[in-house]
C-alpha cells in the first residue's frame, strides 16, 4: 500500500517543493490549495505525466469544517495519512501599532489554528496505528522575531510551542512532530520585499544567498524518511546559517 502524505498549501512556493519532493520518493500526495485552482491542476498535470501519484483538494484551513470534511473525504478515499506537512500560511509586514485585531485573528486562524485543525485531523489514525509524521512550518523568525513581523513572528513561535509540546504527548503513540524553520526563501510570500533588502539579508547570510523552496522541501522530506525515525521535537533550521 502506498505511503500517504497530505501538504496543506501545496499549489505553489514551499507546498509546491514539498508536493514534488515527496512525489518523486514515491509518496503518494494529497494537497490542499485554497484560491489557486489553476496551479494546483497544472501541478497536478505535470506530475502525473511522470507517473506520480498527486491529487489535490480545495481547503481553507482557517475554515473547521472545511477541514474536517477535506480529512474525512483523504480518509474514505485514501484509507489513512502517514504524513502530514503544515505549509499553508499567510505573511503580514506591518508596524504593530498598525496591526489591528482583525490582522491577527487571520494569521493565527492560519498560521497556527490551521496546523491545529489538521493535526486533529490526522491523529486520531496515525495513533491508532502507532506510526505517522507531522512537519509543521515556521519560520526563522518565530525563533528570533522581525522587526514590522510582530504578529507573524509571534504567531509562528506559537506553532514551534506546538509542535515541542505535541511531540511529547504523541511520541509514545509513535508518532513524530517536527518543524522546519524557514530563513530567507525565494517565495512570493517574499515578493513585496524590494532587491536592496533581499540582497543586504542575502549578504548577512553565511552562506551568502537566498534559500530556494528545494532547500525546505529537501528537510521536509528528510524528517518525513526512516532515517528521522528517533527525530521528534525538532526545530531544522533552514537559514543557510542567518541569525539575526
Same mark, same amino acid.
Given at each position: 500500500?502506498?505511503?500517504?502524505?497530505?501538504?496543506?498549501?501545496?499549489?505553489?512556493?514551499?507546498?509546491?517543493?514539498?508536493?514534488?519532493?515527496?512525489?518523486?520518493?514515491?509518496?503518494?500526495? =494529497?494537497?490542499?490549495? $485554497?484560491?489557486?485552482? %489553476?496551479?494546483? !491542476? &497544472?501541478?497536478?498535470?505535470? @506530475?502525473?505525466?511522470?507517473? *506520480?501519484?498527486?491529487?489535490?483538494?480545495?481547503?481553507?484551513?482557517?475554515?473547521?469544517?472545511?477541514?474536517?470534511?477535506?480529512?474525512?473525504?483523504?480518509?474514505?478515499?485514501?484509507?489513512?495519512?502517514?504524513?502530514?506537512?503544515?505549509?499553508?500560511? =499567510?505573511?503580514?509586514? $506591518?508596524?504593530?501599532? %498598525?496591526?489591528? !485585531? &482583525?490582522?491577527?485573528?487571520? @494569521?493565527?486562524?492560519?498560521? *497556527?489554528?490551521?496546523?491545529?485543525?489538521?493535526?486533529?485531523?490526522?491523529?486520531?489514525?496515525?495513533?491508532?496505528?502507532?506510526?505517522?509524521?507531522?512537519?509543521?512550518?515556521?519560520?526563522?523568525?518565530?525563533?528570533?522575531?522581525?522587526?514590522?513581523?510582530?504578529?507573524?513572528?509571534?504567531?509562528?513561535?506559537?506553532?514551534?510551542?506546538?509542535?515541542?509540546?505535541?511531540?511529547?504527548?504523541?511520541?509514545?503513540?509513535?508518532?513524530?512532530?517536527?518543524?522546519?524553520?524557514?530563513?530567507?526563501?525565494?517565495?512570493?510570500?517574499?515578493?513585496?520585499?524590494?532587491?536592496?533588502?533581499?540582497?543586504?539579508?542575502?549578504?548577512?547570510?553565511?552562506?551568502?544567498?537566498?534559500?530556494?523552496?528545494?532547500?525546505?522541501?529537501?528537510?521536509?522530506?528528510?524528517?518525513?524518511?526512516?532515517?528521522?525515525?528517533?527525530?521528534?521535537?525538532?526545530?531544522?533550521?533552514?537559514?543557510?546559517?542567518?541569525?539575526?
Amino acid at each position: 500500500m502506498s505511503r500517504v502524505a497530505v501538504v496543506t498549501g501545496g499549489d505553489r512556493g514551499i507546498g509546491r517543493a514539498c508536493v514534488e519532493a515527496l512525489a518523486a520518493d514515491g509518496w503518494r500526495v =494529497v494537497f490542499t490549495c $485554497r484560491e489557486r485552482i %489553476d496551479l494546483a !491542476e &497544472a501541478l497536478c498535470a505535470s @506530475l502525473r505525466e511522470r507517473g *506520480l501519484d498527486v491529487h489535490w483538494m480545495r481547503c481553507d484551513v482557517a475554515d473547521a469544517e472545511d477541514v474536517r470534511q477535506i480529512f474525512a473525504e483523504i480518509e474514505r478515499t485514501h484509507h489513512r495519512v502517514d504524513a502530514l506537512v503544515c505549509n499553508a500560511g =499567510v505573511a503580514l509586514l $506591518r508596524l504593530f501599532q %498598525d496591526t489591528d !485585531e &482583525a490582522d491577527w485573528n487571520r @494569521l493565527l486562524q492560519v498560521n *497556527l489554528l490551521g496546523a491545529v485543525r489538521c493535526d486533529r485531523a490526522v491523529l486520531p489514525g496515525m495513533i491508532s496505528r502507532r506510526e505517522g509524521a507531522i512537519v509543521h512550518i515556521a519560520s526563522m523568525w518565530g525563533e528570533v522575531g522581525a522587526s514590522c513581523e510582530t504578529a507573524y513572528s509571534a504567531v509562528k513561535a506559537a506553532l514551534i510551542g506546538l509542535t515541542k509540546a505535541l511531540a511529547k504527548e504523541v511520541g509514545p503513540s509513535g508518532v513524530r512532530v517536527n518543524c522546519v524553520s524557514p530563513g530567507l526563501v525565494r517565495t512570493d510570500m517574499n515578493a513585496s520585499l524590494d532587491a536592496e533588502t533581499l540582497d543586504a539579508i542575502a549578504e548577512d547570510t553565511p552562506l551568502g544567498r537566498q534559500g530556494e523552496t528545494a532547500d525546505i522541501a529537501g528537510a521536509v522530506r528528510f524528517l518525513l524518511s526512516k532515517e528521522a525515525s528517533f527525530i521528534t521535537g525538532q526545530v531544522l533550521g533552514v537559514s543557510g546559517g542567518l541569525v539575526i
